[in-house]
């Protein structure tokens, strides 16, 4: 299961998880910031990054890690530092790393104990968060992650009918989606119509609300996506020798959006 993917899609879309999920209040969301983050001139690129709108807020840097590796504590506290270095913030830090269960945990903190201890880094283990049915919507949807298939049956349908029930129309059918695509990967043997169809998600689909929901998010998509061909045909232009500002003028943007998308690798 491509859980990167998944993890990323989902704070990006619902970051008010990630702080529900740490101990948090659902409403701290509101003033961050979630992206991914490239630290030039290395081969690094930081998965998941809140980004603060203030000092006074600290970057929270999260990581999935769901396959032991003996060397994630030292590339992560590489990475941080890097980005601290190359970027000179004035906010605090903290590192939360989400692991499917403690038994993938096998790398040694011996060099960054001074963090675990302070709580500079928070490990989370979803198979220790307690029963899905108790648990908040969000967090629950990530537990889908890791049960087993018999498991996931249930608590998928508990799940799709505890969000259109819970969750506002506006959110519903993200939220929908990102555990259809959970299913997806869950039963690779099934085609994703057997799968709507299994937990009901075929029905639910026809009604208005949903409809409305879906249309709002299309239409928004086609918008996002002449915006990302706008950006990709900057390069090419400066190339041939148009000014930053006949490109903006040309692409109806802004000479700001211009100098950022020239300044991004290709």
Same mark, same amino acid.
């Given at each position: 299961?491509?859980?990167?993917?998944?993890?990323?899609?989902? @704070?990006?879309? @619902?970051?008010?998880? &990630? @702080?529900?999920?740490?101990?948090?209040?659902?409403?701290?969301?509101?003033?961050?910031?979630?992206?991914?983050?490239?630290?030039?001139?290395?081969?690094?690129?930081?998965?998941?990054?809140?980004?603060?709108?203030?000092?006074?807020?600290?970057?929270?840097?999260?990581?999935?890690? @769901?396959?032991?590796?003996?060397?994630?504590?030292?590339?992560? &506290?590489?990475?941080?530092?890097?980005?601290?270095?190359?970027?000179?913030?004035?906010?605090?830090?903290?590192?939360?790393?989400?692991?499917?269960?403690?038994?993938?945990?096998?790398?040694?903190?011996?060099?960054?104990?001074?963090? &675990?201890?302070?709580?500079?880094?928070?490990?989370?283990?979803?198979?220790?968060?307690?029963?899905?049915?108790?648990?908040?919507?969000?967090?629950?949807?990530?537990?889908?992650?890791?049960?087993?298939?018999?498991?996931?049956?249930?608590?998928?349908?508990?799940?799709?009918?505890?969000?259109?029930?819970?969750?506002?129309?506006?959110?519903?059918?993200?939220?929908?989606?990102?555990?259809?695509?959970?299913?997806?990967?869950? &039963?690779?043997?099934?085609?994703?119509?057997?799968?709507?169809?299994?937990?009901?998600?075929?029905?639910?689909?026809?009604?208005?609300?949903?409809?409305?929901?879906?249309?709002?998010?299309?239409?928004?998509?086609?918008?996002?996506?002449?915006?990302?061909?706008?950006?990709?045909?900057?390069?090419?232009?400066?190339?041939?020798?148009?000014?930053?500002?006949?490109?903006?003028?040309?692409?109806?943007?802004?000479?700001?959006?211009?100098?950022?998308?020239?300044?991004?690798?290709?």
């Amino acid at each position: 299961m491509k859980t990167d993917s998944i993890f990323y899609r989902l @704070f990006q879309e @619902f970051p008010d998880i &990630f @702080f529900e999920l740490i101990g948090n209040s659902p409403e701290t969301a509101a003033g961050y910031e979630f992206s991914s983050v490239e630290i030039k001139q290395t081969a690094f690129r930081i998965d998941g990054v809140f980004l603060p709108e203030t000092e006074e807020s600290p970057i929270y840097f999260a990581e999935v890690q @769901f396959q032991p590796d003996s060397g994630i504590y030292s590339r992560l &506290f590489t990475e941080v530092h890097l980005y601290l270095r190359q970027n000179q913030p004035e906010n605090d830090w903290f590192a939360v790393v989400i692991y499917p269960s403690r038994s993938i945990d096998t790398a040694k903190t011996t060099h960054y104990r001074e963090s &675990f201890a302070n709580g500079r880094v928070t490990r989370i283990y979803l198979d220790e968060l307690g029963e899905t049915a108790s648990l908040p919507i969000g967090i629950a949807t990530i537990k889908l992650v890791i049960d087993n298939e018999d498991r996931a049956i249930q608590s998928a349908r508990e799940l799709i009918n505890r969000t259109s029930q819970e969750v506002d129309s506006g959110q519903q059918q993200k939220l929908l989606q990102i555990i259809e695509t959970i299913l997806v990967y869950k &039963f690779p043997s099934m085609e994703i119509q057997e799968i709507q169809q299994m937990f009901g998600l075929s029905e639910l689909k026809q009604t208005r609300v949903y409809q409305q929901a879906f249309a709002e998010g299309e239409q928004k998509g086609k918008q996002e996506g002449r915006q990302e061909g706008k950006l990709l045909a900057i390069p090419p232009m400066l190339a041939a020798g148009l000014t930053v500002e006949q490109v903006a003028q040309a692409l109806g943007l802004t000479v700001d959006d211009v100098r950022q998308a020239a300044q991004q690798p290709q």
